[in-house]
């Protein structure tokens, strides 16, 4: 190993410490006659250059590690992989980090890194990988971040940035992960390249239609719960044939499900086998449409939808395809039962407050649900005469 790379380890290891029922750094002997083969989480290039450092061992019965990342680590030049496992580290995210241009994964992930995210991190144009998720990271999201060459992976999901979300993102993003964090502003299609499978903007303060989510047609996995987007949802959200999660819970979403021909040979379900849909806590109104039967998990409750069950539905849930059913604290006055079939013992189906007794046997509400089986007639009457009005 060359001297430089031997001095840098000898810093890092200086400004961390194994946490108590950690060993990680035991194997680290600055005396080894060839640390590349002998200290833990070294790898090193056929010239002994240090080409992956992983700090730390990531099994669940190791607790980590404490203390602080050294700025030592910008004299690792031939790093290409940065891997800190889940501890106890504080401190700031070096900004010398920027200078190890040979990066193409940073994964510091579940410690405690306060500050900013080095704007520096822009610069490293072999990067493809950002995992900064679960620390206490403040400050917005460099501009530059989104818009790295080779960026396809950034996970910031549970910290505490704020600012707008990126109004420009030219990455060719595969994964994006902002959860649970400050982030406002709306989603713009600009802000969203097409090449997203998966994206999670739950648990921020965003805002604003959903229309730029329009033109993702490669997407598998979509969380935009717990914001305040309005208005409709896209209906290439209802039609996609890879999305299979979708979760749009607890926003100000209005508007209705987008009909079907469901007796053309050309309608089939986008959403089959392991699917989930929670559109519940929202303001989406007019009769539920056949376009969501066959998702196995599906949540519609508490809206303002009208009307039947469609027949779809009910078959759906009582030939086992769908799990489970929630359309609770909506205004739906019949579910047409099929005669002779039973409930199947794995089915979850919940239709109390609604304007209609639910029929015997066919309850298995959450508790948040509450014990009122039905809507107060006076709401029901009222609702249909706002609808008959509209």
Known sequence: MSDVDLSALSAIKDSLTDIPGSRFFSSWDFAAPDPCSTFAGVTCSFNNRVVILSLGTGFSDSPGLAGSLSPALYNLTELTQLILFPGLVTGPIPPQLGS???????????????GPIPTSISALPYLHTLDLSSNRLTGTIPPGLTRLPSLKVLILSSNELSGEFPKRVSAELFHLDL???NISGPLLASSVPSTLRYLSVSENSMWGPLNGLESLSE??????????FSGPIPASLFFNPTLSSLFLQRNNLSGGLPAVNSEGPTFQPSYGEGSIVDLSHNFLTGEITPVLAGVETLFLNNNHLIGTVPGEYVKSVYSGTTRTLYLQHNFLSGFPLPRGLA???TASLCLSYNCMVPPVGLSACPASAGSQLSRPESQCSVFSHHRSMD
Do not use: F, W
């Open 100 to 114: 190890l241009t040979k990066l193409r994964v940073i994964s510091l992930t579940n410690n405690r890194l306060t």
């Open 179 to 181: 959860k649970k964090n």
């Open 343 to 345: 409930l199947p013992d």
């Open 219 to 228: 997407l598998v996995y979509l969380d935009v719960s717990m914001n305040q």
